[in-house]
């Protein structure tokens, strides 16, 4: 299967290949979040309620004051791409501690979507897509 490597920069280092969740609208954080859980309770959001733990979250950029803080508590993704870096991702990355790569030369958004394989590279700023099977 074809591979696409798109390159970024890291904002939290580590390796995981994992299968991409796309969230096709912004995500507000902290009071939108079960972090317990592991999905997003921001009433209709595609993504509401649909888990995200040990997924490579996929999204443009928060949205809001809260921030993505609760990402970071209990169940996580197994790594976040996301197209635009913010004061309040760089918090939300080093909190949850899982590895990060944003602000891509194409945009993510683009090529990934929902049951893609994703390897995170973060260490060396870049992702791979393999897309699912049909």
């Known amino acids: ?4 490597r ?3 920069r890291c904002q939290y280092p580590g390796k995981v290949t994992a299968e991409a969740l ?3 609208k912004y995500l507000q954080g902290f009071t939108n979040v079960d972090s317990i859980r592991g999905f997003t309770t921001e009433r209709n959001h595609p993504l509401c309620r649909v888990p995200y733990t ?4 996929v999204f443009y950029s928060p949205r809001g004051s809260g921030g993505f803080m609760k990402y970071g508590f209990g ?3 197994a790594a976040f791409v996301h197209t635009k870096s913010s004061p ?10 899982v590895p990060s790569v944003t602000d891509f030369e194409e945009d993510p958004m683009q090529y990934i979507e929902t049951g ?5 590279n973060a260490d060396e700023g870049y992702i791979e897509i393999t897309k699912k099977e049909a």
């Open 1 to 4: 299967m074809a591979t696409k």
């Open 6 to 8: 798109i390159y970024g």
């Open 22 to 24: 796309v969230a096709p």
């Open 54 to 57: 040990d997924k490579v979250l």
């Open 75 to 77: 169940a996580k993704p």
């Open 88 to 97: 309040l991702t760089v918090l939300c990355m080093a909190q949850a501690r």
């Open 116 to 120: 893609d394989m994703v390897f995170v």
